[in-house]
């Protein structure tokens, strides 16, 4: 045990930070466990879990329990044991049918539009004899 105040101090803060720490470790490891054993099984309550599970690890990212490229790992893991695969939603559907409307539009718009080059006409200029 430190005899310094400072030193001390260091320790308390130390064994706080280190407690919160492990606590934010464990809620996302928990996270994940939960996920697999759903996939694992095939649930569709898997994406959800899959959803909780990356909020947890960008939490913890974020509160620099773990590195910024560890989460990305971590989450891109995650996604590739995947087993269930989410149906596609109808509205998303509708916004690439209107994206592809609007493209087809400015297509449509640009191609009437030419424009005629102007033409400069050089002027000559007659030499005094």
Same mark, same amino acid.
């Given at each position: $045990?430190?005899? =310094?105040?400072? &030193? =001390?101090?260091?320790? *308390? ?9 492990? $606590? =934010?470790?464990? &809620?996302? *490891?928990? &996270? @994940? ?13 898997? @994406?959800?879990?899959?959803? +909780?599970?990356?909020?947890? @690890?960008?939490?913890?990212? /974020?509160?620099?329990? @773990? ?14 044991? +995947? ?5 596609? #939603? ?5 916004? &690439? ?8 539009? #400015? ?9 005629? !080059? !102007?033409? /400069? /006409? *050089? ?7």
């Amino acid at each position: $045990m430190p005899n =310094i105040k400072s &030193a =001390i101090k260091r320790v *308390k803060v130390a064994e706080k930070k280190t407690a919160r720490n492990n $606590m =934010i470790k464990s &809620a996302y *490891k928990t &996270a @994940i466990k939960k996920y697999e054993v759903a996939n694992s099984k095939g649930e569709k309550e898997a @994406i959800e879990l899959l959803s +909780l599970a990356k909020s947890k @690890i960008d939490s913890a990212c /974020t509160k620099g329990v @773990i590195s910024k490229n560890a989460a990305s790992r971590k989450k891109s893991r995650l996604e590739s044991k +995947l087993a269930v695969k989410a149906e596609p #939603k109808k509205s998303a559907n509708k916004t &690439a049918e209107k994206k592809e409307e609007v493209a087809e539009e #400015k297509v449509e718009k640009e191609a009437p539009k030419k424009t005629a !080059k !102007k033409t /400069t /006409t *050089k002027k000559t200029t007659k030499k005094a004899e």
